[in-house]
């Protein structure tokens, strides 16, 4: 069924930016929604912000809002996040998950595929 892949993380300095992407053409079910989620070291993977497909509809979890923004690209199958006002705490691995009907605001075991992960860390 394929999997997503993701790209973009590094070493950011606090206060500074970041884009992530998501490449979902390997993906071969019907993509309802793409979410992104983190897992810093030691803790549970935990929500980030998610798409829907075909409307575009937007999800954020509370830590994020006001300084992440996810988009996608329809036609390139593409998810991105773009991150700003970077925190010490935004620290993590980045996963990209690709779910199937129905979408919303859904916990890590209902995605149907997930990538291998990129890393973001902040530093001071």
């Known amino acids: 069924q394929g999997q997503p892949v993701e790209s973009g993380g590094g070493l950011v300095q606090a206060g500074g930016s970041l884009r992530l992407s998501c490449a979902a053409s390997g993906i071969t079910f019907g993509i309802a929604g793409m979410g992104w989620y983190r897992q810093a070291s030691g803790k549970e993977r935990e929500f980030v912000a998610a798409?829907?497909?075909?409307?575009?509809?937007?999800y954020y979890a509370d830590a994020v809002k006001g300084r992440f923004i996810i988009s996608r690209d329809h036609d390139k199958k593409e998810v991105y996040l773009h991150m700003a006002s970077l925190k010490l705490e935004d620290t993590g691995v980045y996963y990209c998950g690709a779910k199937r009907e129905p979408f919303g605001y859904s916990p890590p075991h209902e995605y149907d595929s997930w990538g291998q992960g990129t890393r973001v860390t902040v530093y001071l």
């Open positions: 798409i829907g497909w075909t409307d575009g509809d937007p």
